[in-house]
T-cell receptor, first 115, second 114 residues
Framework: DGGITQSPKYLFRKEGQNVTLSCEQNLNHDAMYWYRQDPGQGLRLIYYSQIVNDFQKGDIAEGYSVSREKKESFPLTVTSAQKNPTAFYLC??????????????FGPGTRLTVL | GNSVTQMEGPVTLSEEAFLTINCTYTATGYPSLFWYVQYPGEGLQLLLKATKADDKGSNKGFEATYRKETTSFHLEKGSVQVSDSAVYFCALSDLNTGFQKLVFGTGTRLLVSP
């Protein structure tokens, strides 16, 4: 089955620690994205990558870092510099078409809680 | 900038009732429009989409028509089920950034009772 997997489903972190969230896709998509979701709000874009070894900041990149060493993988690190990291994190991927037909598909999400 | 406005929830309905969730947008150019659904504790699933004016997206009994004249993309279903209880997000694609950036509304929670 083709799809996007995220792990872990739940993650607890102590203040001052960095944590890395995993995102893997086997859809052969070029583009991948990370979003943050807070209660009662829409999704906000953290980082995106249109191709391997390239990524760009989204609207709320401060305190986060990413890498894109493989087409299938786009891990997100939440650093200690992120002031309010408790949230639901969603990874998405798409073919990366430069027109309006491109469609993003989402993983099941990781809920991060800072203790 | 581009934006999406959805009706506030929760929307509470009885099973078999008619559903409308309003969505209006502000955008330059001709974005694609999407409805995503999120079940409790899960990620977003694409429900339907429309890529140009007057297109109708449909899936699982849900429909939405891209209305350029009213800048709207309202979600409708003729007869809701308890299993439709979820949060529904309207979104548009913003290609002015050089990639398909999705702009989301804040979501509308639907609660369907038996």
């Amino acid at each position: 089955d083709g799809g996007i997997t995220q792990s872990p489903k739940y993650l607890f972190r102590k203040e001052g620690q960095n944590v890395t969230l995993s995102c893997e896709q086997n859809l052969n998509h070029d583009a991948m994205y990370w979003y943050r979701q807070d209660p009662g709000q829409g999704l906000r874009l953290i980082y995106y990558s249109q191709i391997v070894n390239d990524f760009q900041k989204g609207d709320i990149a401060e305190g986060y870092s990413v890498s894109r060493e493989k087409k299938e993988s786009f891990p997100l690190t939440v650093t200690s510099a992120q002031k309010n990291p408790t949230a639901f994190y969603l990874c998405a991927s798409s073919m990366g078409l430069a027109d309006s037909t491109d469609t993003q598909y989402f993983g099941p999400g990781t809920r991060l809680t800072v203790l | 900038g581009n934006s999406v406005t959805q009706m506030e929830g929760p929307v509470t309905l009885s099973e078999e009732a008619f559903l409308t969730i309003n969505c209006t947008y502000t955008a330059t150019g001709y974005p694609s429009l999407f409805w995503y659904v999120q079940y409790p504790g899960e990620g977003l699933q694409l429900l339907l989409k429309a890529t140009k004016a007057d297109d109708k997206g449909s899936n699982k009994g849900f429909e939405a028509t891209y209305r350029k004249e009213t800048t709207s993309f309202h979600l409708e279903k003729g007869s809701v089920q308890v299993s439709d209880s979820a949060v529904y997000f309207c979104a548009l694609s913003d290609l002015n950034t050089g990639f398909q950036k999705l702009v989301f509304g804040t979501g509308t929670r639907l609660l369907v009772s038996p």
